[in-house]
């Protein structure tokens, strides 16, 4: 194998590393928000130092690779893949350690009718889901896959649409639990920011496949399709 192949896979398998950690990150941020569990929230929290260690490591390693090589073609898409998934997935490990910050300020487990009514379990797995699909469309290169997943935010952003007025309508029956209302309306907020950062990822994969930069193609789209361009 040529020396700057097995360089490219020195970057890919540091990258998916990172990534396994970033996964491992959120699902423990599930589990402390779902069972109110202090310990593993600070432990959530304490284990970002390692996600950013991740991410300088891998910064690193891609400077070192423009320096020692010229790559071309596929292989430079690769690399500035690679920087850019780098950025998203420390941005993801940011969030759960958000999401987990919002877990240590609750004091007993979310009662069961609000998170039936925000549907909060469904999009924190759906948010795990497509970033776990996101890692097999980089690790397979698999830009269909990468594709599916960018329609796939749409779940996750129809539910935090709804959030605000669902998290209001509670806090108005139950005044005396408005501190847990506001912490998972904090929380939904950031898997719809998980969402976007998987979707970035995704194009970013599709970018390094087929060299073509689908980045903002949806906003055209709904621009095309008369919408007023409203916040989610």
Request: one cysteine or more; charged letters at 35%.
């Amino acid at each position: 194998m040529p020396h700057i192949d097995t360089e490219l896979e020195r970057l890919k398998s540091k990258l998916l590393e990172m990534w396994d950690l970033v996964e491992y990150q959120l699902q423990s941020g599930r589990e402390a928000m779902v069972n109110a569990d202090q310990e593993l929230a600070k432990m959530v929290v304490k284990r970002d130092k390692k996600v950013n260690q991740f991410d300088i490591k891998i910064d690193r390693m891609c400077e070192n690779f423009f320096a020692l090589f010229t790559p071309v073609a596929v292989d430079l898409r690769m690399v500035l893949a690679v920087l850019k998934i780098n950025a998203n997935l420390e941005r993801i490990g940011d969030t759960a350690e958000g999401i987990a910050r919002f877990a240590q300020k609750l004091e007993a487990q979310i009662e069961p009718e609000l998170l039936e009514s925000t549907q909060v379990l469904p999009m924190y797995a759906e948010a795990l889901a497509m970033l776990q699909d996101c890692r097999g469309a980089f690790k397979n290169n698999d830009p269909k896959l990468a594709k599916d997943l960018i329609k796939r935010d749409k779940i996750l952003n129809k539910i935090y649409r709804k959030s605000d007025s669902v998290v209001t309508k509670y806090m108005t029956k139950h005044p005396d639990r408005i501190s847990e209302a506001l912490a998972l309306l904090s929380i939904i907020k950031k898997l719809e920011r998980v969402g976007d950062q998987v979707t970035n990822i995704a194009e970013e994969v599709i970018f390094y496949r087929e060299a073509k930069v689908v980045k903002h193609r949806q906003d055209k789209k709904k621009k095309k399709n008369g919408d007023n361009g409203k916040a989610k």
